[in-house]
């Protein structure tokens, strides 16, 4: 079983989330991520019976980076109030089609999500059954073809990063539901929760978990670059 541990204690552990898992079980009956940090808990502890493990945050299933799981039911309250109040902060990299018209923006959006298509719609203003949705971006550089984008969502609604940027010409990188020119030939999007920060539900310690971006893709490589020489 290959599975990157972040971080880990007593209340939380957090994992890299590969692209195309699914960080819950679906329709699709594939092992979902859960699963799989259950079985490393049960393995590296020797835990008789079930483990416990709360899930806090989820990802798109083509979508790669943080993701972090309660190892207690206190911890797990905790840390869906401090996502409620908005005290994680959320740090994404994507990698995008066109070059944004400001180097960086604070964007706001209404987002509508229809059920059935599992898919988001975005609006300059507000409809009846959207979300009010907010997202920082900063332009951080660009290869050949592409630019290198960081995003810091103050909201977290479905599909927003991807549906917002899409919105303002600027469609991820192999996500072709909202925009993009071509598939990528894995099935993932170039998007990476780069980061999470946030206060421990128990230590009250300053946190900061980060994820590395996909190896073997040169686009992510230089990107990380960029942002490693800054």
Not at 9 to 22: C, E, F, R, W
Not at 81 to 95: D, G, I, P, S
Not at 115 to 128: A, G, T
């Amino acid at each position: 079983m290959s599975l990157e541990v972040l971080y880990e204690d007593n209340h939380l552990i957090a994992v890299s989330k590969k692209a195309g898992d699914i960080v819950q079980g679906d329709k699709t009956e594939d092992e979902p991520l859960v699963d799989k940090v259950k079985a490393y808990i049960k393995k590296k502890y020797n835990k008789p019976g079930d483990v416990y493990l709360g899930i806090i945050q989820r990802l798109d299933r083509p979508v790669g980076g943080v993701v972090v799981f309660a190892r207690t039911s206190k911890a797990l309250t905790r840390m869906n109030k401090l996502f409620q109040e908005r005290k994680v902060q959320k740090t994404y990299w994507a990698v995008v089609e066109q070059l944004p018209k400001s180097n960086e923006e604070v964007l706001i959006h209404y987002l509508k999500k229809n059920q059935e298509k599992n898919r988001s719609r975005s609006y300059d203003k507000e409809v009846k059954g959207s979300k009010r949705s907010e997202l920082y971006y900063r332009l951080a550089g660009r290869s050949k073809n592409y630019f290198y984008v960081e995003v810091k969502p103050k909201t977290g609604r479905h599909h927003q990063i991807r549906v917002q940027l899409s919105h303002i010409g600027c469609p991820i990188k192999g996500d072709v539901k909202y925009g993009a020119n071509r598939t990528n030939r894995d099935g993932s999007i170039h998007l990476l929760a780069r980061s999470l920060e946030f206060v421990h539900p128990v230590s009250k310690e300053e946190m900061k978990i980060s994820a590395m971006p996909p190896k073997k893709d040169p686009l992510w490589t230089e990107f990380y670059e960029l942002e490693k020489n800054k």
